[in-house]
């Protein structure tokens, strides 16, 4: 008789992204650009600038000045104070536990990309905040059906108001390590992998597996490629209105648009790609699929034709 097949490891579970950090050598700039994106700046601590959107995270961005223009890492909200201690003792490159000196305060472990070497910091004991606004939903009239009777739809030009960060993405130098330490060591699972033709998978979208609980489609991805880098950093806004508001606003800024807006395949997610004035690419996204514990892995091959079905063509190095 064949013995049980030992126990698989615990994992560090996260529940959801919580903020960025950015180092910007313009810090002037910045500013601007992070106004006219739909920050909400919150506090001021030294060289730190903390933003957050209209939900109930404490800050979804942080800003600092610095000598280069650098990513600072992503926070993850986790479970438990066990994630965290679990973090110390499972990964080599974890720091100790420490308090944050953010809004919203808190414990922390920072961890380093064994690969590349890029920080994440896993955040618990967070205090959230009173959402700052909220938004009605339209009624939309179709050739069949027009509930809009003597009501009209009116807008205000503006920044296209942030609700939460939704992803962040990496360019990593060994696919295959980086994918399997995420999701040995924490609760990612692939909701769709890609590769280029030859079966070996380059680029992976994954979701945080909350079992029943259905989250979006992907929070974090990463692709193979030369030198890794961030990609972008994701944002989410209420409607499809608000979002293209948002365009029209930063275009007549005079801001430099990455893509967008279109539809994207994989995710689902209206998408709209912007150049911040340090050269990192911010998204705002409306519309993200939702999966949960029982959406199986897809796995296609990886080409322009795949990653949207409407809006401007891929720009050319995209995901470079």
Not at 201 to 227: C, R, W, Y
Not at 249 to 271: A, E, M, P, T
């Amino acid at each position: 008789m064949a013995a049980d097949a030992p126990p698989a490891p615990p994992k560090i579970k996260i529940l959801r992204l919580a903020h960025v950090y950015y180092k910007h050598k313009n810090i002037a700039a910045a500013e601007q650009f992070l106004k006219d994106f739909g920050f909400l700046e919150t506090e001021r601590v030294g060289k730190k600038i903390f933003y957050r959107g209209y939900g109930s995270d404490p800050f979804v961005y942080c800003a600092e000045e610095g000598e280069e223009d650098e990513f600072g890492g992503t926070g993850c909200v986790v479970e438990s104070m066990a994630d965290l201690e679990l973090a110390t003792k499972t990964i080599e490159t974890a720091s100790p536990i420490y308090d944050l000196k953010t809004p919203g305060g808190g414990k922390c472990v920072t961890i380093k990309d064994p690969v590349d070497g890029w920080p994440m910091h896993l955040v618990f004991g967070q205090t959230p905040v009173e959402p700052s606004a909220e938004f009605g939903y339209l009624d939309f009239n179709f050739p069949d059906v027009k509930p809009r009777k003597n009501k009209f739809q009116r807008f205000e030009k503006g920044p296209a108001i942030v609700h939460k960060i939704g992803h962040f993405g990496m360019c990593v130098t060994n696919f295959a390590k980086t994918y399997e330490f995420y999701t040995t060591k924490f609760n990612f699972v692939a909701s769709d992998l890609q590769h280029e033709g030859d079966g070996v998978n380059v680029l992976a979208f994954m979701h945080i597996d909350l079992g029943e609980e259905f989250t979006d489609h992907h929070s974090f991805f990463i692709f193979q490629g030369p030198k890794s880098h961030v990609h972008h950093s994701s944002y989410e806004v209420h409607d499809f209105d608000t979002e293209v508001l948002g365009h029209d606003w930063l275009r007549h800024k005079g801001y430099k648009n990455c893509w967008g807006v279109g539809r994207h395949i994989l995710g689902s997610q209206i998408f709209d790609y912007w150049f911040d004035t340090s050269g990192f690419i911010l998204e705002h996204y409306v519309d993200g699929d939702q999966v949960n514990c029982h959406h199986e892995t897809k796995v296609s091959q990886a080409g322009p034709d795949g990653l949207h079905v409407w809006g401007p063509d891929l720009p050319t190095g995209f995901l470079q």
